[in-house]
């Protein structure tokens, strides 16, 4: 395991730390715009941020497995909603209605505690400093290096929103059951392209989804009382069996693709067998410009990785808040 280091941020809170895949290393800097985002932004001001971030994403994923998909939706979801500024994460309070409970996140985005986790222990060895905008998105690397994924850098500046709206949520947030060209306009509105849309839905390769967001295309494809006619059969059986139609609180998941707790490219080569669980996912084999990235991600692995790495350093700079505009959170789920 190599040498440890001990960071002690207080008395009882000690990380041990090896040299292995918990000290964090930066990866090659892309050549696309930060505007006044900066790598070094926390170098002097909090020191340890990035070995912290990792440490307990790190312990999150050793508890549930689940945790680095839940880390990569809710980062994506924070920033396709009006740019990544930490919104998702407010808590409704008397007077104010945050992004969480809206139907596309509600009883769905999960990992908050972990990003509260964070929180606390920066707000411990440099409070007031590190903004949840920042550690939202380390998170969601770290959590997708651990698994597998290439590492991408993430530079730091970003701050938090002092609002929310769950009107954009329902707005903004692509559908797994929208059309794709509905989809592609909603990327596309944040200054992402066609191949980001195939390159993010790669995301899918973690994770599990809600037997709620697969009944329709099982039982009652479109309307016709059928199950989809390109749906792999063998799938359909396990799907109807995982998802039977009479559960009506849709309390059971499906995987994604057949390593849901790895990051590869088995998401694009279930796509190519006809086994893409949403509708969003079979929709990108539709297209002709779509389908043909699928199968280059299918056959590539390592192409696969690198461009998922690009297109997530672009989603993370969308619409960030920097400088004097809104603040730094003291506590990720409530405004100062």
């Keep these: 395991m190599g040498q440890k280091h001990f960071l002690c941020l207080t008395f009882t809170l000690c990380f041990i730390v090896s040299l292995s895949p918990l000290i964090y290393s930066r990866p090659p800097i892309y050549n696309f715009p930060i505007g006044q985002l900066n790598h070094n932004f926390y170098a002097r001001s ?9 440490y307990r994403v790190w312990s999150a994923l050793i508890d549930d497995t689940r945790m680095a998909a839940s880390l990569l939706r ?14 998702v994460l407010l808590d409704d309070t008397e007077d104010f209605t945050g992004e969480k409970n809206s139907p596309a996140n509600h ?4 990992g908050f505690e972990v990003i509260d986790s964070i929180k606390e222990d920066l707000e411990r060895f440099c409070p007031s400093t590190v903004s949840c905008a920042d550690i939202l998105t380390l998170a969601a690397r770290d959590a997708v290096v ?7 850098p993430v530079p730091l500046g970003r701050r938090d929103a002092t609002t929310a709206s769950q009107s954009a949520v329902l707005e903004q947030i692509p559908s797994p059951v929208d059309a794709l060209q509905n ?6 509105s944040k200054g992402l392209d066609l191949k980001d849309v195939v390159v993010l839905s790669g995301g899918h390769t973690l994770g599990f989804a809600n037997c709620l967001f697969i009944k329709g295309r099982i039982f009652n494809f479109k309307g016709t009382g059928k199950p989809d006619p390109t749906l792999d059969s063998s799938l359909l059986a396990y799907l109807q069996s995982t998802c039977p139609n009479g559960d009506t609180v849709n309390s ?3 995987p994604f693709d057949t390593s849901p707790a790895s990051f590869d490219n088995s998401y694009y080569t279930s796509l190519m067998n006809n086994a893409g669980l949403l509708e969003s996912d079979r929709a990108l084999m539709g297209n002709p410009q779509t389908a043909a990235l699928v199968e ?8 696969f990785s690198h461009d998922f790495a690009a297109s997530m350093y672009k989603l993370g700079n969308v619409g960030v808040l920097t400088g004097e505009n809104g603040e730094i959170r003291r506590k990720c789920g409530l405004m100062n």
């Design 252 to 254: 059971n998941f499906a």
């Design 74 to 87: 809710l980062h994506f979801h924070d920033c396709i909603v009006n740019g990544c500024d930490a919104s």
């Design 107 to 110: 009883n769905s985005l999960r």
């Design 46 to 54: 909090c020191p340890f941020l990035l070995n912290i971030v990792r």
């Design 183 to 188: 989809n592609i306009a909603k990327f596309t």
């Design 146 to 152: 651990l698994v597998g994924g290439t590492d991408w």
């Design 296 to 303: 280059s991600y299918s056959i590539n692995p390592g192409s």
